[in-house]
Structures are given as structure tokens and as C-alpha cells.
């Protein structure tokens, strides 16, 4: 009991919970910081759920909008009979994120030069960013249904032909040489833009990803922020398989970059991280964003779906999932 009371003392000293110590005893209470911490500790818990985002069809709960972006992504894919389905689920928290909770955009004018950049390096995710720039109202939702259509605008890549589509990119390790030389370009004109620049962890096998790396810490460009994808698979097996990358976090730092790791689906955390960001100045900041590759829907998880196209029954089964959620 001594030893009970002793660590609630501390637990109170430290704010995580109140209690009275008078005789009228009020019972033990989480603190708000107490109830920050708690919730910080639930693995993969989808904190900002609730949380209303602003989109082309009104406001609507954070977790209702990244259902109706994973509906999307799978039926652009199993219409276009193609595509990187687990690449693109992987990265739907993040985007969303990016776009509806923290880049400065406006989709009514997609030129705005004062608009955060965002450059999707994993290219081959295209139909998650698709799905997230029709929400956002960059283009209708009716052209989702056009994904690698000949003479369409949502190419299997990303194409600056798309309204919203910062970069042109599919080519692997290519991403982060175009950030760095827009986020440069930033700093040479004064603007205080950011860009954000999304890579895939098998894309780190390429060397220009590198070199573009030495060079945004040379000239201390802590207006770019990379956050890439960790969900530990490639094409054709797991990273560590083709060619190891870890340790990734010793890697950046060694390059002069600014880490930090977080769960990649725990909004609160990639929210978190990027405010960090901001406010890291004189190097560039990257952020290992664990995922899981195919997430949201349970038999779609892994590899498994990494290019294979869902059929009709996998379709229903995988839209039922998410109406289950
Ligand atoms: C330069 C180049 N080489 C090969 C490819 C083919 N390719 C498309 S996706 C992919 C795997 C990329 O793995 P990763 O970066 O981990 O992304 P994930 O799909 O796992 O999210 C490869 C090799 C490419 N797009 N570009």
C-alpha cells in the first residue's frame, strides 16, 4: 500500500493525475497531459479519428475521409485492371495528413506560388494521391474512374498534366533531387513554402537518393522535410532481402539530417513529427514513417498485393472490410 501511494505521489508531482488529500477523498483522476500521454501509448490507435477535415464535399471525420481515400484507391486500381494497390494503402494516412491537416494548398488555384510542395517520389502510389487531390477538389471525383486511361490525365505516374501534381516522378530515387532544388529555390527567393517529399524504403537502394541527401544538408535546407514509407518491402520481397537498408536512422543523421520515427497509421504522431519539423532549423529533417504495406484492409496486408489487381470478389470483400471498420 506504502509503495501504492508512493508512486501515486509521483505520478501526481509529475501532473499525470490528480487526486484531493483532503479528508473528503475525491478519487483518482487522468490530468489532460495524463490522458495526452495515455493516448500516446495506444499502438496504432487512430487518434484523430474524430477530428473534422475540410474537403471538396464538406467537413468530415479524419477516419471517415481515409476510408472513403482506401474506397477510392481500390476501385481505381481494379477499374484500370493495374497499378501498385499495397504501395498506394501504405501512404494514405500520410497524404492525408499532409493535406488536409498541414500543407497550405489551395485547389481552387493549383499555381498558387506560395503553396507547400509535395513530391511523390514513390511515383508508383499515384493512386493514393489521386484519391487525395479529388477530395481536396484539385479535379473531380467522376475522373478517378480515368486512372491510366490513354489521352486521361491520372497517368500510372504522376504528371504535372494533373491539376494539383507538384512533380513528375516514377523513376525511383529521383524525388529528392527535385525537392531539394525547389526547397533551394525557396530559400533563394526568400519564400517560406515548405516541400515535403515522399520516398519509398527500397527507393533508398538508389544512390542519387543520396546524393541529393548530402546536398540538402550542405546547403541547410530545413524547409524540406523527406518521410519515407517503411513498410519494409520492395517489388519483389522484403528490403533487407534485396539489398539492406537499415540502419536507415544513422544513415540521415550521419548525412546531416534531422530524424525522427514514428508509426506512420498514429496520425497524432506524423502530426506531431512534422510540427517538430518546422521548428528544426539550419538542416533538413526526415521522418522513418513505419507502415504497413496494403493497410486497412486485413487480407491485403504484406506483399501480397503489390501488384496484383484485386478481382470482383476481392473487391467486395476488401469494401465490406472497410464498411466494417
Ligand atoms: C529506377 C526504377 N527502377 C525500378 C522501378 C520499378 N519499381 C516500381 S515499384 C518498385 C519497388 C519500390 O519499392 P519501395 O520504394 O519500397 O516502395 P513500395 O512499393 O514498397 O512502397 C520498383 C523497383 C522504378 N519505378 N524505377
Sequence with gaps: MEDLRGHARV??????????????????????????ITNL????EPILAGEMVQTRSGAKPLGQLLKDLRRQVLHMIANAGSGHLGASLSIVDILAILYFMKMQHDPINPDWEERDRLVLSKGHAAPALYAVLSEAGYFP???????????????????????????????LGQGLSMAVGMAYAAKLDKASHRVYVVIGDGELHEGQVWEAAMTAAHYGL??????????????????????????IA????????????????????VLDA??????????????????????????????????????????KQALEELDRR
Design 141 to 171: 471525383k467522376e475522373e478517378l474512374t480515368t486512372l491510366r486511361e490513354l489521352g486521361g490525365r491520372l497517368h500510372g505516374h504522376p504528371d504535372t498534366v494533373t491539376p494539383g501534381v507538384d512533380a513528375k516522378t516514377g523513376s
Design 222 to 247: 530545413d524547409n524540406i522535410v523527406t518521410i519515407i514509407d517503411r513498410n519494409k518491402y520492395q517489388l519483389t520481397g522484403t528490403t533487407e532481402e534485396v539489398k539492406g537498408v537499415e540502419p
Design 274 to 315: 512534422l510540427e517538430v519539423c518546422e521548428h528544426t532549423h539550419g538542416k533538413p529533417s526526415v521522418i522513418i514513417a513505419a507502415t504497413t504495406k496494403g493497410k486497412g484492409v486485413s487480407f491485403m496486408e504484406g506483399n501480397k498485393f503489390s501488384r496484383s489487381v484485386p478481382n470482383a470478389a476481392q473487391l
Design 11 to 36: 505520478l501526481k508531482e509529475l501532473k499525470l493525475i490528480d487526486y484531493g488529500e483532503s479528508p473528503q477523498f475525491k478519487g483518482v483522476e487522468l490530468t489532460e497531459l495524463g490522458k495526452f
Design 41 to 44: 501509448t495506444i499502438e496504432d
Design 250 to 269: 544513422d544513415k540521415w543523421r550521419a548525412f546531416g539530417w534531422n530524424v525522427l520515427n514514428v508509426n506512420g497509421h498514429d496520425h497524432f504522431a
